[in-house]
C-alpha cells in the first residue's frame, strides 16, 4: 500500500491550493477527485474571469453559525497574499466593483496557477479516481504504530497519517457537486450544520408573478433587506428580473439571508425621494404619471406598476389624488414580497452550512477526530458574492497546510530515527 503524509480529496480552489502550499513545505501529497478535470466552479466563475477575492475581506463579509470562526485563517492568509501569488505568476487582473478582483484574460489562468504550485512541490494527482471507502487505525505494515487512515479507491489503496476534505458543497451539480465531505464527517461522528443553497436567485408563485413575467432580462440598482430588528440585513445591488422571479447580486447577496416563509423588502429607486418628487411634479407636470417614474425607473418597470392600479395610477400625475401617490411612492420604495422558494442547488454559486465548525480548529482547520482537516465550501463558512468565497478557500487552505506540516513533518522524523 502507497503511503503518504497527506492526501487531500477535492481538485477544486481549496484543495488545489492546500496541496500546493502543503507539499512545497515538505509534505508528501497526494491529492484525489472524482472528475477528469479540476477545478471546474473556477473555469466559470465570473464569466469565465474568476472573480477570486474582494480587497475588503473581512470576518463581517461571512455567515454561518459562527460567523467569527474565519478570522484566524483570513489574517494569516489575505487577499494581498493572493494577489502577491499571482503578480509572481505574471496574472494580470483588474478590480472590477467594491473591491473585486477578476482576471484579465480567464479563470485559466488562477488553475494554471494552482497547478503551477502543485507541480512545485510534487504533488501527486490521481484524477478521475473514486474514493469507495475509509478507515482510520493502525497501519497495515506497521501494526500497533501511529493510527493512519487507508483510502480505498478504485486506482488502489493508499494510507496517510492526514485527511484533508475539500470536496465543496452540493451547488451546481452538473460539474460535479457530490455530498462526499459530508458523509465522511457523518461517519467520524463530526456535527453538521444542515445544508441549503446560498447566493442563489428566487422565486415566486407563478399566478403571483404572472405580471412582472414579462420583464425578465430588466436590470436595475435596488435596496433590498431581510430579516428585521437586529437582525435585519440589507444591500445596495443590482436587481434582475427572470420569468420565475428575481436574481441579480442584490438577490444572490439577500438569498443567503433569507429565511423560508418570510419576506424580503426591496426600494426599487433608493436614490429618489419619491413622495417629494411626485408631489413635486404633480404642481408642475401634466404627463402621464408612468412617465414621471421613468426618470427614475426603467419605464417597462413603470408602466407595469402603474398598471396594478390603473384607476389611481394610469393617468395624468396633476388628476392623481394625494393619497394615491403617496401609495405609489411607498409601495416602490418599499416593495414587500415573499419568494416561494429557491432555484436550488443547480442555480446557487454556493451551498450554507456544513460541517459545523464547533468541531474545527480555527488555526489549522483539523477536526477534532485527529489527523482529519475540512476547508472551503464544504464547512459551515459561507461568504457574500464578490470573492468572498474564493477568498475563504485559499485563507482556509493555507492554514490547514501550514498544520499539515506541523502535524505531520515531526511524525516522518520519528519514524525515520526509528
Known amino acids: 500500500m502507497e503511503s503518504f503524509d497527506a492526501v487531500i480529496?477535492?481538485?477544486?480552489?481549496?484543495?488545489l491550493f492546500c496541496a500546493g502550499v502543503a507539499a512545497q513545505l515538505g509534505v508528501k501529497v497526494l491529492l484525489i477527485d472524482h472528475s477528469p478535470r479540476v477545478a471546474e466552479k473556477i473555469r466559470i466563475s465570473g464569466g469565465g474571469r474568476c472573480n477570486f477575492t474582494n480587497l475588503h475581506t473581512s470576518?463581517?463579509?461571512y455567515l454561518g453559525n459562527n460567523p467569527r470562526f474565519c478570522r484566524s485563517a483570513l489574517s494569516r492568509y489575505t487577499p494581498q497574499d493572493f494577489v502577491q501569488l499571482l503578480k509572481r505568476h505574471a496574472v494580470d487582473f483588474h478590480e472590477k466593483h467594491q473591491g473585486q478582483l477578476f482576471c484579465d484574460r480567464s479563470a485559466q489562468d488562477i488553475i494554471d496557477v494552482l497547478l503551477s504550485e502543485c507541480d512545485a512541490g510534487g504533488v501527486q494527482r490521481w484524477q478521475p479516481c473514486a474514493v469507495q471507502s475509509i478507515r482510520h487505525g493502525s497501519s497495515a505494515a506497521q501494526e500497533g504504530s501511529t493510527l493512519r487512515y487507508q483510502i480505498g479507491t478504485d486506482r488502489g489503496n493508499v494510507?496517510?497519517?492526514a485527511l484533508v476534505v475539500a470536496t465543496g458543497g452540493l451547488s451546481i451539480p452538473k460539474i460535479g457537486a457530490s455530498d462526499l465531505g459530508y458523509r465522511i464527517a457523518r461517519q467520524f461522528d463530526l456535527p453538521l450544520v444542515p445544508t441549503r443553497p446560498a447566493l442563489v436567485p428566487l422565486c415566486f408563485d407563478a399566478t403571483a408573478w404572472e405580471p412582472f413575467a414579462a420583464l425578465s432580462g430588466l436590470s436595475l440598482p435596488v435596496r433590498i433587506e431581510a430579516g428585521s430588528k437586529k437582525d435585519k440585513v440589507a444591500f445596495l445591488e443590482d436587481l434582475l428580473f427572470t420569468h420565475r422571479g428575481l436574481s441579480g447580486p442584490a438577490v444572490l447577496q439577500i438569498s443567503s439571508y433569507w429565511q423560508p416563509g418570510t419576506p424580503i423588502r426591496v426600494n426599487l429607486a433608493p436614490q429618489a425621494d419619491l413622495p417629494a418628487l411626485l408631489n413635486a411634479a404633480k404642481a408642475t407636470s401634466r404627463k402621464r404619471i408612468a412617465n414621471e417614474l421613468a426618470s427614475y425607473l426603467p419605464s417597462r418597470l413603470a408602466e407595469t406598476w402603474v398598471a396594478q392600479d390603473a384607476a389611481a395610477w394610469n393617468r395624468p400625475i396633476n388628476e392623481a389624488s394625494d393619497k394615491?401617490?403617496?401609495a405609489l411612492a411607498e409601495q416602490l420604495s418599499r416593495w414587500e414580497l415573499a419568494p416561494s422558494g429557491t432555484e436550488g442547488y443547480a442555480k446557487a454559486e454556493v451551498t450554507a452550512g456544513g460541517v459545523d465548525t464547533v468541531a474545527l480548529s480555527g488555526q489549522t482547520m483539523e477536526s477534532r477526530q485527529s489527523g482529519l482537516?475540512?476547508?472551503g465550501e464544504v464547512v459551515d463558512v459561507t461568504g457574500w458574492l464578490g470573492g468572498y468565497n474564493f477568498q475563504w478557500a485559499w485563507s482556509s487552505a493555507f492554514a490547514c497546510a501550514q498544520g499539515l506540516a506541523a502535524q505531520v513533518l515531526p511524525m516522518?522524523?520519528?519514524?525515520a530515527s526509528e
Not at 9 to 15: E, Q, R, S, V, Y
Not at 412 to 415: A, D, E, F, G
Request: overall charge neutral.
Open 9 to 15: 480529496l477535492g481538485a477544486g480552489a481549496a484543495g
Open 59 to 61: 470576518a463581517a463579509n
Open 159 to 161: 494510507e496517510c497519517a
Open 324 to 326: 394615491a401617490l403617496a
Open 373 to 375: 482537516y475540512f476547508i
Open 412 to 415: 516522518r522524523s520519528t519514524s
